[in-house]
């Protein structure tokens, strides 16, 4: 069973900038993908960026050139670097992480979720 765990989270006006953390323990074989998504209220949860474990990587259009995605294999852990922040980045946000146990089944987890408020 795989285990997240967020942090990073936080209040910032808007042009600050924040760094959400994501880190993954339990019964890991490999990590394959593993993305961003948020969720603001009244609105469905949405794929804010996403990274390969080859680290090609994906965003939605709306943070293109202002947030960045990465990761540090070695650690299990996935980062967004969040900068120029806007009241609309206002969200819960939530990693996912698809990896292969170590009894072999492919398992897609999520986070916690983190709350991210910006304000004007």
């Known amino acids: 069973q795989v285990h997240l765990v967020e942090s990073g989270g936080g209040a910032v006006q808007a042009g600050g900038s924040l760094r959400l953390s994501c880190a993954a323990s339990g019964g890991i074989f490999r990590i394959d993908d593993m993305g961003w998504y948020r969720q603001a209220p009244g609105k469905q949860r949405e794929l804010v960026a996403a990274i390969t474990r080859g680290g090609n990587t994906n965003y939605a259009d709306p943070v293109k050139g202002r947030f960045t995605i990465s990761r540090d294999n070695a650690k299990n852990t996935v980062y967004l670097q969040m900068n120029s922040l806007k009241p609309e980045d206002t969200a819960v946000y939530y990693c996912?992480?698809?990896?292969?146990?170590?009894?072999?089944?492919?398992?897609?987890?999520w986070g916690q979720g983190t709350q991210v408020t910006v304000s004007s």
């Open positions: 996912k992480v698809e990896a292969l146990s170590s009894v072999f089944a492919r398992v897609a987890t």
